[in-house]
């Protein structure tokens, strides 16, 4: 009876009175004192009310239920696919809405909505997960800045692999201290893109300097982040830069120089198919005639692989050394060594073109480290 008089009043009632008694109604519902058959009553009321013409009624109940987790499921869901001013607070707050809902959500709703599900102050992963699959940049950038979001790492790549080439996406990601070895060496390949594609650095330096600066410094910063991968990381790693077809000859030579020993070998295994304990035992014990036909098999043309067997063997004698290991200089050695050889074919000058490169980049870095050093002893 209660029900069937309000439903006459609202037929009649002032928007402004509407919108009261929908307050008033979303709080009585919330009381724990009134009976069953109340809120059963008061929540049918509110079912009828979500079909008001006026937002400025269904805005009142969004208001009071948003951030109840007794509040009825489906009224909140009702109200957070109404208009945007209704259903942020819903979307952004409610506890009554499951993780099905919220991908519900974002699947059917705008730019603005995804953004509000994902500035949520818990996401959680598949809720993630969904978003990185159809989220523009805008939102995404709102979910990478949400410390209550449960990443995993398929998640972070998917992000990286659809808008890596943002720079704020980028930087987000890079930010990030739980991102994999792989999608750092991503978003570094996108960064070299970029400044290849530069219509500014192109009209300065020359399409061909700067492709060949590009392509160094993507090296140089794939060779940073090689640095810090630790276990399980590095075989897909590898994959993942055989796949792209980065491990060249000039690349592996650079792990070499670099002192990535363990990169090189995990990139042996995998260009050869060789079993990996097999490669490890030769490059560690290996004569040079086993290691040479081991790079052979790996696709190392011979004209190449005696360059790589020296740089080996250089590796060896440096950690038998009793004067501890001198790693920076192998690059400085192999020039050395091969700079007046008149054998060489144009496959190895070229390679030791790279290696000349590195060991200047390594004279220049140890120059900047002792001229800071110095700086900061008469500071």
Do not use: K
């Not at 640095?227 to 792990?255: K, N, Y």
């Not at 490669?279 to 005696?306: K, P, Q």
């Amino acid at each position: 009876m209660i029900v069937a008089t309000f439903l006459r009043w609202v037929e009649t009632a002032r928007t402004q009175d509407r919108a009261r008694a929908a307050n008033t109604l979303a709080r009585a519902y919330l009381r724990t004192a009134i009976t069953p058959g109340e809120r059963q009553a008061a929540q049918a009321a509110m079912t009828y009310l979500l079909d008001d013409p006026s937002p400025q009624v269904r805005l009142a109940l969004a208001e009071v239920l948003a951030c109840e987790p007794n509040a009825p499921r489906a009224i909140m869901i009702s109200l957070a696919e109404d208009q945007p001013e209704i259903a942020s607070a819903v979307i952004l707050l409610s506890p009554v809405l499951a993780d099905a809902d919220l991908v519900d959500i974002a699947g059917r709703g705008t730019v603005e909505t995804r953004a509000l599900v994902a500035a949520r102050q818990t996401v959680s992963v598949g809720v993630a997960a969904a978003l990185a699959e159809i989220g523009d940049a805008a939102e995404l950038e709102v979910l990478l800045e949400n410390s209550g979001v449960c990443f995993t790492r398929f998640t972070l790549r998917r992000i990286a692999e659809r808008h890596g080439r943002n720079e704020h996406i980028r930087a987000l990601l890079l930010e990030r201290e739980d991102l994999p070895a792989g999608v750092r060496q991503l978003l570094v390949q996108f960064v070299a893109e970029a400044l290849a594609g530069s219509d500014l650095v192109r009209g300065a330096v020359g399409m061909r300097r700067i492709e060949r600066v590009a392509r160094e410094a993507s090296d140089t910063a794939t060779m940073a982040i090689v640095g810090t991968v630790l276990g399980d990381e590095l075989g897909p790693l590898v994959e993942q830069l055989r796949e792209a077809g980065r491990l060249t000859p000039a690349f592996l030579m650079h792990a070499l120089c670099a002192g990535r020993t363990d990169f090189f070998a995990s990139a042996i295994v995998s260009i050869s198919g060789l079993e990996e304990r097999r490669v490890r035992s030769i490059l560690a014990t290996g004569r040079f005639h086993a290691v040479r036909a081991l790079l052979e098999a790996a696709g190392l043309g011979r004209d190449l692989s005696a360059l790589f067997v020296d740089a080996i063997m250089q590796w060896r004698d440096l950690i038998q050394s009793t004067h501890g290991l001198d790693l920076d200089h192998i690059a400085d050695r192999l020039i050395r060594r091969y700079r007046n050889e008149a054998n060489l074919s144009d496959a190895a000058r070229a390679l030791l073109d790279v290696v000349e490169r590195l060991a200047i980049a390594e004279e220049r870095r140890l120059a900047r480290d002792y001229a800071s050093g110095i700086a900061l002893a008469a500071a």
